[in-house]
């Protein structure tokens, strides 16, 4: 069985300011570990992705995450916030089950940023 | 396009009406996903298909709920008989990993509303 723990429903920064969204996982076999985002009225988009190469990952517009195995752990950060930051973001767990590895997801974390 | 596109984008239902909802996948995917997303909730699985063969359905609440890709490329999920409860966005996703260790790509989902 996998699940996700997303802290905290919605997190509040200052434009410039670190960003730090928490996941928390729980998997039987190693995961695939992933932080979509989504922007009012579209698709989830990938931002980064961990598949055990290397335990930071970098993903797109500046952000990365930590994988944390004794903690069990992904957690997302930006250095400095910007104002278009602002979305939805999810993290989720993939690990394999009967041979199929099917994503589960958080509750999600909405970012707000602001001036 | 060359994205996941679903169609219709928004749908209102009476209760107790049937509905189809369709997904057409980036060409060439193997995997194709169905989630459900209630509102302040993240994606729920619903269903999984490897190429034309459902893997997976163990995320379907009930047998109102039915799914098809015959030709392993279009899907179609269809709910039978909605209820109130079915009110939610439906997204697909899908991705060139046979299984759902790789990116997803999402469409922007369908928003149906049972009355």
């Known amino acids: 069985a996998q699940s996700v723990t997303q802290l905290g429903s919605h997190v509040s920064v200052s434009e410039g300011a670190l960003v730090l969204l928490r996941c928390n996982y729980s998997s039987s076999v190693p995961p695939y570990l992933f932080w979509y985002v989504q922007y009012p009225n579209q698709g989830l988009q990938l931002l980064l992705k961990?598949?055990?190469?290397?335990?930071l990952v970098k993903g797109i517009n500046g952000f990365e995450a930590e994988f944390k195995k004794s903690e069990t752990s992904f957690h997302l950060t930006k250095p400095s916030a910007h104002m278009s930051d602002a979305a939805e973001y999810f993290c989720a767990v993939s690990s394999s089950s009967g041979g199929s590895y099917i994503p589960t997801f958080g509750r999600g974390t909405s970012l707000i940023v602001h001036p | 396009g060359a994205g996941v596109s679903q169609s219709p984008r928004y749908k209102v239902a009476k209760r107790g009406q049937d509905v189809a909802l369709r997904c057409d996948p980036i060409s060439g995917h193997v995997s194709l996903f169905w989630y459900q997303q209630a509102l302040g909730q993240g994606p729920e699985f619903l269903t999984y298909?490897?190429?034309?063969?459902?893997?997976?359905k163990s995320g379907l609440p009930s047998d109102r709920f039915f799914a098809e890709r015959p030709e392993g490329s279009v899907s179609t999920l269809k709910i039978q008989r909605t209820q109130q409860e079915d009110s939610a966005v439906y997204l697909c996703?899908?991705?060139?990993?046979?299984?759902?260790?790789?990116?997803?790509?999402f469409g922007e989902g369908s928003r149906l509303t049972v009355l």
């Open positions: 996703a899908s991705s060139l990993a046979r299984s759902g260790g790789g990116e997803l790509f």
């Open positions: 298909f490897q190429n034309e063969a459902q893997l997976d």
């Open positions: 961990y598949t055990s190469a290397a335990t």
